[in-house]
């Protein structure tokens, strides 16, 4: 089976820290992505990498950099977290042969206090 | 541009209750059309999906559902509601000729179930 994997279920931050959220899939996927996930708003994308050092921005990126330097990791870093990034954070991995099927992690809940 | 409307934001039925999801996807092309569920606490899981051929497609845990392009829709059904279906299902839409494998999400369809 396909495992992704995210470093923590729960993360407490304060307003102005710098936060990394790490995310490693196992079955050596090329595509790797970073959603949020707000009540009534659903998953919107934030970042996704296609291949090692290679990002390209999703919906939201403003406030938000990625890390790709290993196939099986992929990174999400607030640079200076502030209230209104307290979400749900998913991270999401995809081979290139099966267009659209994506294989999640279990999520972060992060709050900024 | 691509977008995915769930129009039902929560959903109640009763146990053994035949149950449908509704979906409905802005697309310019022939898209590949997806439904995911994510039970509490955990990430999304892959329910079924569309690429072509047959409209009708069956995927786990008992769901299937039917791609009417007339209609831009996509909608979730299943014959009789099990306690365990209690979730959030989320439709999505990808890009048929991308070179990436990008997904556009609705806004998710909470289902509860009553006993």
């Known amino acids: 089976d396909v495992k992704v994997t995210q470093s923590s279920r729960y993360l407490v931050k304060r307003t102005g820290e710098k936060v990394f959220l790490e995310c490693v899939q196992d079955?050596?996927?090329?595509?790797m992505f970073w959603y949020r996930q707000d009540p009534g708003l659903g998953l919107r994308l934030i970042y996704f990498?296609?291949?090692?050092?290679?990002?390209e921005k999703g919906d939201i990126p403003e406030g938000y950099s990625v890390s790709r330097e290993k196939k099986e990791r992929f990174s999400l870093i607030l640079e200076s977290a502030s209230t209104n990034q307290t979400s749900m954070y998913l991270c999401?991995?995809?081979?290139?042969?099966?267009?659209?099927?994506?294989?999640f992690g279990p999520g972060t809940r992060l709050t900024v206090l | 541009a691509q977008s995915v409307t769930q129009p039902d934001i929560h959903i109640t039925v009763s146990e053994g209750a035949s149950l449908e999801l509704r979906c409905n996807y802005s697309?310019?092309?022939?898209?590949?059309l997806f439904w995911y569920v994510q039970s509490p606490g955990q990430g999304l899981q892959l329910l079924l999906k569309?690429?072509?051929?047959?409209?009708l497609v069956q995927g786990i845990k008992g769901f299937e559902a039917e791609f009417k392009r007339s209609q831009s829709s996509f909608n979730l059904r299943k014959p009789s509601v099990h306690w365990s279906d209690a979730a959030e299902y989320f439709c999505?839409?990808?890009?048929?000729?991308?070179?990436?494998?990008?997904?556009?999400f609705g806004t998710g369809t909470l289902l509860a179930v009553q006993p």
């Open positions: 990498s296609y291949d090692v050092k290679m990002k």
């Open positions: 569309y690429f072509s051929g047959d409209t």
């Open positions: 999401a991995s995809s081979p290139t042969g099966k267009k659209g099927t994506q294989y």
């Open positions: 079955m050596d996927h090329e595509n």
């Open positions: 999505a839409v990808g890009a048929a000729g991308g070179a990436t494998n990008k997904l556009i």
């Open positions: 697309y310019g092309a022939t898209p590949y």
